[in-house]
């Protein structure tokens, strides 16, 4: 049996809203990894980078995967663990259900800004790409 996919996510907004960047990195089941990133996206917000974040790193994941993915976002893990109500962002959140509904996705929170060395360079890029837009 395969291993589990891990995959880390981020996203930044410079101003909310404002220019905003997401990043993933991607860690399959041999221990190789690929970071990706994004941005600047205008006049968005940091929530909406979460959760973009969140959509792009498992659009890059086969369908049929095993899957964690740690986030520092709240808003993002309680909404998929807790069901914690969508008031907002209802189009990337149908997109994300779309991609959930096509794998097995364990959802974790990381504390940010903690010296995680994976969470730390997924903050890193999405910083990187908001700041483009600056």
């Known amino acids: 049996m395969p291993g589990k996919i891990t995959v880390y996510t981020d996203g930044a907004c410079k101003g909310n809203p404002g220019p905003g960047g997401w990043a993933a990195l991607i860690i399959d089941q ?5 970071l990706v990133s994004g941005g600047p996206i205008p006049a968005t917000t ?7 974040a969140a959509i792009q790193g498992l659009r890059r994941v086969p369908p049929g995967s095993s899957i964690t993915l740690r986030s520092d ?3 993002v893990v309680n909404t998929m663990d807790l069901n914690w109500k969508r008031r907002a962002n209802h189009d990337l959140w149908a997109e994300l259900d779309a991609l959930v509904a096509q794998r097995s996705v364990a959802f974790e929170w990381v504390r940010g800004h903690n010296g995680h ?3 730390e ?7 990187k790409a908001a700041a483009l837009g600056r």
């Open 117 to 119: 060395p994976e969470q």
């Open 30 to 34: 041999r221990g190789q990894e690929t």
């Open 121 to 127: 360079r997924v903050d890193e890029a999405a910083s």
């Open 73 to 75: 976002s709240l808003y």
């Open 46 to 52: 940091n929530q909406r980078m979460e959760v973009t």
